[in-house]
């Protein structure tokens, strides 16, 4: 099994992400069209629970494995790295059964009463096979991650969002005859079956694939059998188990609260949401479209772009930890500027593209431009999104999860007092609870970078976002323009085509010009040096 270097590792999780994103678009642009503002709005509301769930079984345990991967493979112990992923199976699974037990007996109490839809029970109940199945996946991402390999994840990835596609569209378009509230429960059953194949293509490659290339180093990966009181040696090698189920679980603990602090944000945020949309007076029905709009259509757009943070984010853990454990500082802040600055020069086109083309994006994406408000609302703050998930990731793999969650906390009961106060108001309405989402951004990501400043004594460079700033509002002014006074074409996608295209030619130029992105950077690019 190969190991990809940091700049590798990134790039193909990057591929993979930009692939999913653009697959995720397409239920995400047809969906709306068949089952409506409204159904989005009921497969919305159960999907914080099922978050939450996932968050409590796999919120840090695969996260930890990576670490503590890393580190075995680093000290060339193979063997170590397969007890890390034993254990951390046996623990996750064991969640997994237990959770999803104990949200098949729960759904009906949560969908009337916690819940202001019914209507939500279908899809709790067809979302519940697949927290099994997620915590089994994760785990084996972990490991793959930890060993710095990350074609799995990315094939794997990608396999689950081709078959999510197929069924969650086929499923709800099956069910619609029987109402609304069932069209959305087959979209979730969808996402399911989904989730079965990625599980299954990650096992296949673990199985078939690290098998093989084990035997071909005569190191076989296959799985111990199972210890023996007769058989010492092994008893002793099982005893070894509980270290590393220690250390896994302090590890995680913090991760995952911190993980869960996020998760539980959302959680409240639309139950929140939903009741303080009913006291400004707005019907249940048109509360539902409402945040259907707004997390099923406007704030996957938005964050669209920010599938190279997360690859980034993914990738840093591995690379973090094996320096932390060398203690080379320099290579760590050299790693944390490279992350900064490709989440900032990447995202800020796009978010100059949102801002600008709002109306016509929402357009072409959804069939109508009733979102757009929404979007360009929040598209100016969308940088602090792309640079918060490599932040996180940072204090994740310097072991100061604690921290984060600290800073996640601070930022959620800011966010959650701000719906309650501002979406409750008739003249604010869902407006209220995206001012209270962009306060939360900002916050969180401005305190996880002092977080990480005060850490690592990491020097930031604020002629990078300065420079990224001038560069979107040169790039924003020239694409308006261009819409505007420059027409060659009557089709108005064609025309919003031509000028985001022109205006991410021209943010591209003032990058090599101001030394945002250098030739030494594109070298990088395994496909574009070898057209230099």
């Known amino acids: 099994m190969r190991k990809q270097s940091f700049i590798q590792g990134t790039l193909i999780l990057l ?17 709306p069209r068949v089952i409506g503002a409204e159904g989005v709005g009921l497969y919305q509301l159960g999907y914080p629970f099922f978050i939450v769930l996932i968050t409590i079984i796999t919120g840090g345990i695969p996260l930890a494995i990576a670490k503590m ?55 709790f109940v067809s979302m519940t096979p697949m927290i099994a199945i997620v915590a089994v996946s994760a785990i084996y991402r972990g490991y793959f991650q930890g060993r710095q390999n990350m074609i799995p994840s990315a094939l794997s990835s990608v ?42 293509a990650i096992l ?48 995680s603990v913090p991760v995952t609260a911190g993980r869960l602090v996020g998760s539980f944000s959302y959680l409240l945020e639309s139950i929140i ?48 930890s094996e ?48 979102t757009a408000p929404m979007l360009r609302m929040m598209a100016p703050f969308a940088l602090f999104l792309y640079v918060q998930a490599p932040l996180q990731a940072a204090l994740q793999a310097m072991e100061r999860p604690g921290r984060a969650l600290v800073n996640t906390l601070i930022g959620a009961v800011v966010k959650i007092a701000l719906i309650l106060l501002l979406a409750s108001q008739p003249e604010y309405g869902i407006y209220g609870a995206i001012i209270a989402i962009i306060v939360n951004s900002i916050l969180v990501t401005l305190l996880h970078g002092f977080s990480l400043v005060r850490l690592i004594s990491l020097s930031l460079r604020l002629a990078d976002p300065l420079k990224t700033l001038a560069a979107m509002i040169i790039m924003a002014a020239g694409m308006s323009y261009i819409y505007t006074s420059v027409p060659i074409a009557t089709a108005q ?33 395994p496909f574009l040096k070898k057209w230099r």
Not at 15 to 31: H, K, S
Request: glycine fraction near 8%; proline fraction near 5%; charge should be positive.
């Open 273 to 320: 949401t939903a009741r303080s949309l009913a006291l400004a007076g707005i019907a249940t029905a048109a509360a539902t479209a409402q945040y259907g709009s707004l997390q099923g259509m406007v704030i996957p757009l938005l964050l669209l772009p920010g599938v190279l943070s997360s690859s980034l984010a993914v990738s840093l853990v591995p690379s973090l």
């Open 15 to 31: 591929a993979a992400g930009i692939i999913n994103r653009m697959l995720g678009f397409i239920p995400r642009i047809i969906l």
């Open 493 to 525: 996608w064609a025309q919003f085509l031509f000028a985001a295209a022109s205006g991410m030619a021209l943010y591209f130029g003032i990058c090599l010009l101001s030394g945002l992105i250098s030739i030494r950077d594109l070298d990088r690019v």
């Open 69 to 123: 991967v890393a580190e075995a493979e680093g000290e060339g112990r193979p063997e170590e790295s397969r007890r890390i992923l034993h254990s951390g199976l046996a623990l996750s699974l064991g969640l997994g059964v237990f959770f999803t037990l104990l949200a098949l007996a729960g759904a009906s109490w949560v969908s009337n009463v916690i819940l202001t839809d019914s209507r939500v029970y279908y899809t």
């Open 204 to 251: 296949w490659q673990y199985y078939f694939i690290v098998k093989r290339d084990k035997k071909a180093d005569l190191s076989p990966i296959a799985t111990p059998p199972i210890p023996v009181p007769e058989n010492p040696q092994k008893t002793a090698s099982s005893a070894k188990n509980h270290p590393i189920f220690k250390r896994l679980i302090r590890i």
């Open 159 to 200: 396999l689950e969002s081709v078959i999510r596609i197929v069924f969650m569209l086929w499923f709800s378009w099956l069910l619609l005859p029987r109402g609304v509230a069932y069209a959305a429960a087959g979209a979730m059953l969808g996402v399911t079956v989904g989730e079965i194949a990625g599980m299954l």
């Open 323 to 370: 320096a932390s454990a060398r203690r080379d500082l320099p290579t760590i802040h050299k790693r944390m500027h490279q992350a900064l600055r490709l989440a900032m020069v990447t995202g800020a086109p796009f978010a100059a593209v949102m801002y600008i083309f709002a109306v016509p994006l929402c357009t072409l994406m959804y069939g109508n431009a009733d």
